[in-house]
């Protein structure tokens, strides 16, 4: 699949420890690019998602890819009888994350730990509802992170995942591609040391499964009542299934 032939350096090692790598690299600037890249608009779409998230009510939460914790709090400021787990690969994301937790007051109810999501330390049937934001075109093998997602959903489970994605509109695709083919390389470069790093973003984005595409993999993965929801031009897709 196209997401997963691409790597942040091209190299020999497996796409999960270049991933690790690179947010562990740019883990300190990855906030404030999160937000210059998106223009803030990302906390809308996160939001967006949270409200379709909290009409499950669920009581345990795991998010994937956490990074550095903008969802899961998002999720248990506003879901206060939701216990959040975060796993991500990069301890460096992870550490941001914790300090995040700390200083908004919800070490107890927020935990976070060190994992692959092709292998999550769960048991199956474990959570109500399983989240991810902008992390599956980062997965190695996103067929086998969707099984091991589908796994310790709890049947009924609600799986919310936000992607980044390609507007097609005539007007908005040709900025859009600049943007993020020439802006974002060139703004990432002046606040990471991390020079590839904003470059393999637009790469991954334009390659990663889109739409019904998305819901096929899904779909495959056992789970049903597939959806989505194109965002800001399509600028970003809310996808949603069910176990």
Request: aromatic share 8%.
């Amino acid at each position: 699949m196209g997401a997963e032939r691409i790597t942040p350096y091209g190299d020999s090692r497996h796409k999960t420890e270049q991933v690790r790598d690179m947010f562990d690299s740019i883990a300190p600037a990855y906030d404030f690019m999160n937000r210059a890249m998106t223009m803030g608009i990302d906390k809308l779409w996160r939001r967006k998602a949270v409200k379709m998230v909290k009409s499950s009510t669920p009581a345990s939460l795991l998010d994937v890819a956490t990074g550095t914790g903008d969802l899961a709090i998002k999720l248990a400021r506003t879901m206060p009888g939701c216990h959040v787990t975060g796993i991500d690969l990069s301890e460096g994301m992870l550490g941001v994350g914790r300090r995040k937790v700390a200083d908004a007051g919800l070490s107890g109810r927020i935990e976070f730990r060190q994992a692959d999501c092709l292998a999550l330390p769960f048991d199956d049937n474990t959570f109500d509802a399983v989240t991810v934001a902008y992390g599956v075109r980062n997965f190695e093998r996103l067929a086998d992170g969707y099984r091991e997602m589908a796994r310790v959903l709890k049947p009924g489970g609600l799986l919310c995942v936000i992607e980044l994605s390609t507007p097609r509109g005539a007007v908005t695709a040709p900025l859009y591609r600049f943007y993020t083919r020439h802006v974002i390389p060139f703004v990432g470069r002046l606040v990471s040391k991390d020079v590839r790093a904003y470059s393999y973003l637009p790469e991954s984005i334009a390659a990663v499964a889109q739409g019904d595409d998305m819901l096929a993999l899904m779909r495959d993965a056992g789970l049903r009542d597939t959806a989505f929801r194109p965002m800001t031009f399509g600028a970003c897709t809310i996808y949603t299934a069910r176990k």
